[in-house]
């Protein structure tokens, strides 16, 4: 039996979790659900030894665990599977499986391999060759391998926080499968999610968190999809995203034509063509790692491929808005309005002649706070004293403010609750209106069936535009997937 | 920004406390040594005056460091820079006989800034194409201005008799002017106040500073946004030797009038601490080397008066930085959290959720 | 001729090889210390000091590896505790250490310096051996110093590479925040990189003054920590390949002794800055830092 008491967490100014209790029986999965932000992988990182609370504790089997010790909590039976794989990329998946449960004495790699192998095939997985490092391997085989480095453990609890994000919908059964097998040895399986669907499908217990505190513990019996969802985000009305605008016959704005782009010798795009035409949102579905974020480098400029070619009316007619926002999109240690002077477009206007127009500068950041209702303390703060949705809506602003003609946005929507989402929806949706052209690259067919005219789909670097019949989950998960029969 | 400057001041009150430990081990007396770096720095005008031809050196070399600095440029070779710069005013400066006095003083300087740029370009160049980690080659630059030096100065350049290792006296016409006479003070620091109040207004107000910062706190997201990564690393690093480089050539042009082996004392080390003791800003360079100027120019009083090797700044030099890299972490911050806070929950939170899970 | 440059070609890169197995091991665990120079420094004066007042030589080297490590300790704590600037930090110890070895040493010596002597240290005997032709120079006629180094090569690549340990180490450098979450403890064992590289840096010291100039001058060290940095590049971050180039470096070092001596037109100059810029040609050749550990030089900060 796993309890976690008292747990209470803050990072500077945010309180990420508010005297969370939270408990787990053997042979059972427990789903903890949440918006993204709610304080879920902080609670898993607590649990799993890997941060240290600042109150409360966590029991196993009535045994206090020391808080803050990856290794004490290791061998005392508790592993997790992080979200995004946390392997050594440069090192062999023996290697890596070798630092796991498998290589505690000696270092026998093959011994290691074959154990892993063992292990493998019990579960019905299938292992790379011999040698070759991660840096080369899928992110689905990725998952697969962080998974079994963490039962190489033989844990008696073990971690999952979102694992199904990268795995392609047809995976997923057999996923869920394994999960079930793992409860049926009498593990404790904890399984972290926002999506509710595969929560109340696969889960005896769950316990929601909001905004840092727990607001009910329940079974998929006595709940449902959407009551999970209104204890997610509170009592207030789900704003709704607003209607996609139908599809207009446009100029071009953004034309992508023939890009290729190899890496360690996998293509990682693939004669890659479409277009974005104005007054048009554009969406790219695809479960991510299958070249989305290299085609925006691309866009951007920041990475060059290797054949094709990008074209819109101008260099600055582009703004991007990536996806990782604290490392590629804002500097944190900087002025909000000097992270406003980012975009070429914006520097081009205020520092035409190489000499910064300050006051000016100050101005429209200051009217950009207050259009797009940025909580900050001015335009001099720093950008790192911004929480998570108020730096979206910086980058949004700063996108917009650069007056392009096409916006291309990569999973715009993560980390922000319902609120923010929409803002940032209707933001874009009166971009298009004006006539500019939106790219959405997202992995949430949510969003994009909301906003979305056209929508794309990219799997394993190549790109195909999809028909109206397409327009449904199961049919667009099977194309995600690869399927393009 | 008060809490900047103060962060500073603390650490140099804890060096020289530290130093005055260090002092009493050695077996002089703390505030005898104090007393004579003070003395020797500002005890008299000719010392104060010399106090300033001292800190002139490290304004440049710290402006120089401070810019490279900026861009998260690690240029440890300021001494090769400058020494660059020395070479080139040494090698032109006997043959401005003929010149007219400011014109040749300017020559002068321009050479050595050239020297310099080029001595930090080719750094700048191996980092941007070559992916040649700075740390590593402006410290081999280092040598090979040395060596470079060594050859001149025994060898194309060396003085009319050739007894002695120096290189030949630069003609009257490229010598600055000396207006205070007994004193070596001279225009060359209002050269450097220029220089700093320029590498201000570029850091701060133009478009290029901008840039360059941008790439020095984020390197990645500077390369999202089509900053010129590469166009700027060359640059910043060719600015930051050609300022050395003008620091060595007013110091051939003002001081010494000739080259000779082991022409700088560390002044492009020295810089580092100068630097940071300024954060970084151009400005508090002017007020650091001082300091620091102060402290080279009253250690040989020091050594006079006390026994006490000049070398001892150095070691204050390198306590300071240490302590002020310890300011700067958010360790220190808890410790001081941890030494001054009342209660635990005084702190309310502000927004919960958000951002811890980013 | 040929043999005498040869043996002043190893002996010369004993000192860097030793001190740049130290440092293959600190940047493997994900560490780039440029206060390396400055350890040096300390180990060459605190060998010298302790050998000549206690008349010991081993005392001396003990000395010398106190000195090292404790040089190591200071950048230790403050580049793995506090996660400050790595670069900068390591520059502040190379100042701190001129400033302390040369107060201290003309605090003990007086102004002048005047010369206080060790006996030079003897070389290993291997009788007959030594008079093999060239291979004789080469390998059978060096002091305990230069066996010991090269000895510690393969040692080094053992553990590195063929132990749990080297794995978590590497690990260490390779993903610091994916080593923690297992475990492995990256504080604790970026610590035991560099206490272990200060025992190698403070031997690399002792060498220098008790086995080559057997005297101290200030700044003895003259760059050939900074050197050790480069020939970790040079050298792949592979043990054999800093060997190789440490000798490539001795061997340039030992040149312009030859050169002196022969008083070739050629200024000896020439020579002396000749594998510095041989650095930066092979650096600027091989394109750097695509072997190195990948997050070398990066603080790192516990969550």
């Not at chain 1, 969003?447 to 028909?467: K, P, Y």
């Not at chain 3, 009788?127 to 066996?147: D, E, K, S």
Request: aromatic residues 8%.
């Amino acid at each position: 039996m796993l309890s976690a008491r008292n747990i209470s967490m803050r990072f500077g100014r945010t309180l990420a979790l508010d005297r969370v209790d939270f408990e787990a029986a053997p042979g059972q999965i427990h789903a903890l659900v949440g918006e993204n932000g709610a304080g879920k992988t902080t609670l898993m990182n607590i649990i799993a030894g890997r941060l240290r609370p600042d109150l409360g504790g966590v029991w196993l089997d009535g045994a206090a665990l020391r808080r803050g010790s990856a290794a004490r909590a290791l061998r005392a039976g508790i592993a997790a599977v992080n979200q995004s794989p946390m392997l050594f990329e440069r090192f062999t998946w023996e290697e890596n499986l070798a630092l796991g449960g498998f290589g505690i004495a000696g270092f026998d790699l093959a011994a290691v391999a074959a154990r892993s192998r063992a292990l493998a095939d019990k579960l019905g997985f299938t292992l790379p060759a011999a040698g070759g490092t991660i840096e080369q391997r899928s992110i689905a085989e990725r998952v697969r391998l962080e998974v079994l480095r963490a039962l190489s453990f033989d844990p008696r609890v073990l971690i999952l926080d979102e694992p199904t994000g990268v795995l392609a919908p047809a995976e997923l059964a057999p996923f869920l499968e394994l999960l079930s097998r793992l409860r049926a040895e009498g593990r404790v399986i904890v399984l972290i999610t926002h999506k509710l669907a595969e929560a109340v499908a696969v889960a005896d217990r769950i316990t929601v968190l909001r905004q840092g505190r727990v607001v009910a513990h329940t079974t998929a019996a006595e709940t449902s999809e959407s009551a999970l969802a209104r204890l997610m985000i509170g009592e207030i009305d789900i704003p709704r995203s607003p209607s996609a605008p139908a599809a207009h016959a446009g100029e071009t704005a953004l034309s992508v034509e023939d890009l290729a782009l190899d890496r360690d010798r996998a293509r990682v795009l693939d004669s890659v063509r479409f277009d974005v035409r104005a007054g048009e949102i554009a969406g790219v579905a695809g479960v991510d790692g299958n070249g989305q974020a290299e085609l925006v480098e691309v866009i951007a400029g920041a990475r060059r491929a290797r054949r094709g070619r990008v074209s819109a009316s101008s260099a600055t007619a582009i703004a991007v808005i990536p996806e990782n926002r604290d490392l590629d999109g804002l500097i944190l240690d900087m002025p909000i309005w000097e992270n406003l002077l980012l975009a070429p477009a914006l520097r081009d206007r205020f520092a035409p002649h190489g000499w910064l127009r300050r006051r000016a500068a100050l101005e429209l950041c200051r009217t950009l706070l207050a259009r797009f209702r940025i909580r900050a303390a001015g335009p001099e703060a720093p950008a790192a004293a911004l929480s998570g949705g108020n730096r979206q809506r910086l980058e949004v602003a700063r996108a917009i403010a650069a007056e392009p003609r096409v916006i291309v946005a990569h999973n715009i929507c993560r980390g922000l609750d319902l609120a923010g989402a929409a803002d940032v929806h209707r933001a874009l949706v009166e971009f298009a209106a004006t006539g500019g052209a939106v790219l959405l690259i997202s992995s949430d067919l949510d969003e994009l069936f909301a906003l979305c005219g056209r929508i794309f789909v990219m799997s394993r670097g190549r790109v195909r535009e999809t028909e109206p019949a397409d327009r449904e989950p199961a049919r667009l998960g099977m194309l995600m997937a690869g399927n393009w029969q | 920004m008060l809490s900047a400057i103060g962060k500073s001041i603390a650490a140099l009150a804890l060096a020289c406390a530290i130093i005055a430990a260090v002092v009493l081990a050695l077996g002089a007396s703390p505030v005898g040594v104090f007393a004579a770096l003070w003395e020797g720095a500002f005890g008299s005008w000719y010392a104060a005056a010399d106090t300033i031809v001292k800190a002139t050196p490290l304004i440049f070399t710290g402006l120089a460091v401070s810019v490279a600095f900026s861009g998260s440029l690690w240029n440890i070779g300021a001494d090769g820079q400058l020494i660059a710069g020395a070479i080139a005013a040494g090698a032109i400066g006997p043959y401005l006989g003929g010149w007219p006095r400011p014109a040749a003083i300017i020559l002068t300087l321009c050479a050595g800034a050239i020297g310099g740029a080029i001595w930090g370009g080719i750094c700048g160049w191996l980092r941007a194409r070559r992916d040649t980690n700075e740390v590593i080659s402006t410290i081999m630059m280092n040598f090979v201005a040395a060596q470079v030096l060594s050859w001149v100065v025994h060898g194309p350049l060396i003085e009319a008799s050739g007894a002695y290792p120096q290189s030949m006296a630069i003609a009257p016409s490229a010598r600055m002017y000396m207006p205070l006479e007994p004193t070596r003070l001279n225009p060359a620091i209002v050269l450097a106040i220029v220089l700093a109040a320029g590498c201000y207004l570029l850091l701060f107000h133009s478009r290029a500073g901008f840039e360059l910062r941008a790439m020095g706190r984020n390197r990645r997201a500077a390369a999202f946004y089509a900053i010129p990564i590469a166009r700027l690393t060359i640059a910043a690093l060719a600015l930051s030797g050609a300022l050395a480089g003008i620091g060595g050539a007013v110091q051939v042009s003002a001081i010494t009038h000739r080259l000779y082996e082991k022409f700088s004392p560390g002044w492009g080390f020295e810089a580092i601490a100068v630097a940071l003791v300024a954060r970084l800003n151009p400005f508090g360079i002017i007020a650091a080397a001082i300091f620091f100027g102060a402290l080279d120019n009253g250690s040989q009083a020091m050594q006079r008066t006390q026994g006490v090797s000049p070398v001892l700044v150095q070691v204050i030099q390198g306590l300071v930085i240490m302590i002020l890299l310890a300011f700067d972490t958010p360790a220190w911050t808890r410790i001081r959290g941890g030494l001054f806070a009342r209660s635990r929950d005084s702190a309310p939170p502000i927004e919960p959720g958000a951002q811890a899970d980013a | 001729m040929l043999d005498a440059f040869l043996n002043s070609a190893i002996a010369m890169a004993t000192p860097i090889l030793l001190a740049a197995l130290g440092e293959l091991i600190v940047e493997q665990s994900g560490v780039i210390n440029i206060g390396i120079e400055g350890a040096m420094l300390c180990g060459a004066f605190f060998a010298l000091v302790g050998a000549y007042f206690t008349g010991s030589t081993i005392a001396g080297i003990a000395a010398g590896i106190a000195a090292g490590v404790a040089i190591n300790a200071i950048l230790a704590f403050l580049v793995v505790n506090l996660s400050v600037s790595q670069v900068v930090a390591g520059t502040a110890l190379d100042i701190l250490a001129a400033g302390i070895t040369g107060v201290l040493y003309r605090r003990l010596f007086g102004i002048t310096g005047m010369a206080f002597m060790v006996k030079p240290m003897a070389r290993l005997a291997f009788g007959p051996l030594t008079r093999i032709p060239i291979l004789g120079a080469v390998v059978f006629h060096h002091n305990a110093f230069v066996y010991l180094a090269f000895a510690t090569v393969p040692v080094i690549g053992f553990v590195l590479w063929r132990t749990r340990y080297g794995l978590t180490l590497r690990a260490a450098g390779e993903r610091p925040e994916a080593a923690d979450a297992l475990g492995l403890g990256v504080y604790r064992l970026r610590w035991h990189a560099l206490l272990a590289s200060g025992v190698l840096t403070g031997l690399a010291g002792a060498y220098l003054t008790l086995a080559y100039a057997n005297t101290f001058v200030e700044n003895i060290s003259g760059g050939r920590g900074f050197v050790a940095l480069a020939v970790v590049i040079l050298g792949r971050w592979n043990p054999w390949g800093i060997a190789a180039a440490s000798v490539l470096f001795g061997a340039a070092m030992a040149l312009q002794f030859g050169l002196q001596a022969l008083g070739t037109a050629v200024p000896y100059q020439l020579f002396l800055a000749l594998p510095y810029a041989l650095t930066l040609v092979v650096l600027a050749g091989f394109g750097g830092q695509a072997a190195s550990p990948s997050a070398l030089g990066e603080p790192y900060r516990r969550p």
